[in-house]
DNA sequence: TGCCAGGCCCTCTTTAGGGCCTT
């Protein structure tokens, strides 16, 4: 499991479509299915945080107003991440704000998103439902940290991402799981996930 | 006061609608 970076926004609001702005970023980085290197901050995008969200996640706009400027944070997690190819619990929600804060600093946002939620839905069809937390608990998955913070949301879907590569290989002899491997299944259509992972296996 | 979006998935679909998931 390498070239895969786990990432996970804490955010204002729902979209940046709508004046959201990042918080709270955290990522972690993957090889062979372990946490090797860890990158979070508070960022200070210059904008009040909904009382909503500080009950939701933690963060205040105290926090926030001793925490470095957004431009810079992005910047440094951008290095951080490099060509990895991204992975967060829906993606289209992290993939909105990397590309809109990234944008801000006229950096590009080239790397591939893949979905741990598309994922479970294919590989834990029978899963109460498919919020992260509900899949830590019912795979039983190690916590560490107050969910709904970047970081220790990051690493429980980096955990997720270890335990479907284990059910991949115990369940179906793939031994596969790259970026390649993780676009595809992502992408299968429910009736075709058997063929598309013996295509790997 | 209450609500606000976007992308994906499913189905009693595709000239659509509703639910899920994220903050």
Not at 5 to 14: C, N, P, Q, R
Not at 35 to 49: P, T, W
Not at 66 to 77: G, I, L, T
Request: aromatic fraction near 6%.
């Amino acid at each position: 499991m390498s070239n895969l970076a786990v990432i996970d926004f804490e955010t204002t609001g729902a979209t940046p479509a709508m004046g959201a702005r990042a918080t709270e970023v955290a990522i972690c980085l993957l090889e062979g299915g372990r946490i090797v290197d860890r990158f979070a901050s508070l960022m200070n995008a210059g904008v009040r945080v909904p009382p909503f969200i500080t009950q939701l996640t933690g963060i205040s706009n105290a926090m926030l107003a001793s925490a470095p400027a957004a431009d810079a944070v992005m910047r440094e997690a951008a290095r951080f991440v490099g060509t990895r190819t991204l992975v967060a619990h829906n993606a289209a929600f992290d993939r909105q704000f990397w590309r809109a804060e990234l944008l801000r600093c006229d950096l590009q946002a080239p790397q591939p998103f893949a979905c741990t939620v598309r994922l479970a839905r294919r590989l834990y069809p029978d899963a109460p439902n498919h919020r992260l937390g509900t899949l830590a608990e019912w795979l039983d998955l190690p916590t560490a940290g107050r969910a709904h913070r970047a970081l220790a949301d990051a690493e429980v879907t980096a955990q997720l991402l270890g335990r479907m590569a284990r059910d991949l290989d115990r369940r179906h002899g793939c031994t596969r799981f790259d970026p390649e491997v993780l676009l595809a299944l992502q992408g299968a259509a429910r009736h075709k996930v058997q063929a598309c992972i013996q295509q790997f296996a």
